[in-house]
């Protein structure tokens, strides 16, 4: 790795301790205030600490950096994203708008893919306890609009979001739920915005 700047280090400092200190990564904003620098100047300093291999980021996704080594630690980071957690929905905005987001949760490799989109959700019943998902679980999910048979996926209808397994019966689409209480929904289309990539349980 080729050596940083002193503000190069500086910034990737701040980086390193407000992800100790929150879970999740500043903001561009963020790391212009505390250095009293342009946005522009943040964003050199950024491409700067990727190119030299020190973090990375996604492009026009927030708060998605990561540290990937640090001089002072001299070690390196495992492979996580800072996963945003689905909240509040309104009809008519994208599943992954920043309005959505209800706070954040950090997931490693393996059960995520670093070069993939995903987002999580809090499971709010039991309609899937077949399944093995219960209520009070995370499900992390991975961003797709497509879905293969027998998968369990997301689905949207107005700001309503479902999880539910998917097929397809002659000219309809089936979800159906884990849970024999638990009616199926039929229909001709549906609006898939994700797949289940895998459940996070705490036991307390």
Not at 32 to 46: K, P, T, Y
Not at 87 to 97: C, D, K
Request: aromatic share 8%; with cysteine; charged share 25%.
């Amino acid at each position: 790795m080729k050596s940083l700047t002193n503000r190069q280090r500086e910034v990737l400092d701040f980086i390193s301790k407000y992800l100790e200190d929150n879970s999740f990564p500043p903001t561009v904003r963020e790391i212009g205030e505390n250095f009293n620098i342009s946005l522009r100047a943040v964003q050199d300093h950024l491409s700067a600490l990727q190119k030299k291999g020190y973090i990375s980021q996604r492009y026009k996704c927030s708060r998605s950096m990561k540290v990937l080594k640090n001089e002072k630690k001299a070690e390196s980071y495992e492979a996580s994203i800072q996963i945003p957690v689905i909240g509040t929905l309104e009809q008519g905005r994208p599943i992954l708008s920043e309005e959505n987001y209800a706070g954040y949760i950090t997931v490693a490799e393996p059960f995520i893919n670093k070069d993939l989109l995903y987002y999580a959700l809090r499971i709010s019943d039991s309609s899937m306890s077949g399944a093995g998902i219960y209520e009070g679980d995370i499900a992390i999910i991975q961003s797709c609009d497509k879905a293969m048979e027998g998968q369990i996926v997301v689905v949207m209808t107005g700001n309503t979001i479902l999880l539910r397994k998917y097929s397809t019966e002659s000219n309809r689409i089936c979800l159906s739920a884990e849970n024999d209480d638990v009616q199926p929904v039929y229909c001709q289309d549906v609006r898939v915005v994700g797949t289940l990539s895998c459940i996070i349980r705490s036991y307390r």
